[in-house]
Nanobody
Framework: QVQLVESGGGLVQPGGSLRLSCATYGISFSRYAMGWYRQAPGKERDLVATISKTEDTNYGDSVKGRFTISRDNAKNTVYLQMNSLIPEDTAVYYC????????WGQGTQVTVSS
């Protein structure tokens, strides 16, 4: 059974940092492109960052220079380091895996507020 399990979300003050993790189960992790997406209330799900199986990265314009995506193939896990957080980063963050099939995690809430 395929599972993508996000963790690391929470409440943080503006300017703070969080590190999200997505542990995967039941997939050949190293073959998958991995990504993070987010969805704020009343808005569409948007790209945050992706990382290919060869570790090429791509970022949404609003997070460039603040967020960093990385992967550890030995741990079947993808990470999202988020720095200089702003209230507009508040959303549910979803992990995504893509190869011949696509899988999504259940999401983790990130709230940036003073």
């Amino acid at each position: 059974q395929v599972q993508l399990v996000e963790s690391g979300g929470g409440l943080v003050q503006p300017g703070g940092s969080l590190r999200l993790s997505c542990a995967t189960y039941g997939i050949s992790f190293s073959r998958y492109a991995m990504g993070w997406y987010r969805q704020a209330p009343g808005k569409e799900r948007d790209l945050v960052a992706t990382i290919s199986k060869t570790e090429d990265t791509n970022y949404g314009d609003s997070v460039k220079g603040r967020f960093t995506i990385s992967r550890d193939n030995a741990k079947n896990t993808v990470y999202l380091q988020m720095n200089s957080l702003i209230p507009e980063d508040t959303a549910v963050y979803y992990c995504n895996a893509q190869w011949f099939q696509e899988y999504w995690g259940q999401g983790t809430q990130v709230t940036v507020s003073s």
